[in-house]
């Protein structure tokens, strides 16, 4: 299994509940079409300049990754109207083995 871990950050608590909304309602249902996905987790939290949000989801496989990808896998997957409610976001993702797991 791999982790995929993306971040951003949004001006308001306003635009990263409006991100959540949007992962919610667009992302988890192509990441539920695409075969070796096992999950996702949005996390955020307030900081000084504004709210920071990371992305982690769950994959069988970096090959299952690349079919949401695409062949780049280190870059970052943002549509349009996700971009629009961010402040900043990273360009590139970082991905992990996961070795231990307790759920």
């Keep these: 299994m791999v982790e995929r871990i993306w971040s951003a950050r ?12 949007y992962f919610q309602r667009v992302v988890v249902p192509e990441l539920k079409g695409v075969r070796g996905y096992r999950g996702a987790r949005v996390s955020q939290r307030e900081t000084a300049a504004g709210i920071e949000i990371v992305v982690n989801t769950t994959w069988e496989s970096l090959d299952a990754i690349r079919g949401f990808a ?11 109207e996700a971009a629009a409610l961010l402040a900043d976001y990273d360009r590139s993702v970082r991905h992990f083995d996961i070795v231990g797991e307790d759920r």
Excluded: F, N, Q
Aim: glycine content about 8%; hydrophobic content about 50%; aromatic content about 4%.
């Design 70 to 80: 695409g062949d780049d896998i280190e870059r970052a997957v943002v549509h349009g």
């Design 10 to 21: 949004a001006r308001t608590s306003a635009d990263a509940a409006a991100y959540a909304a």
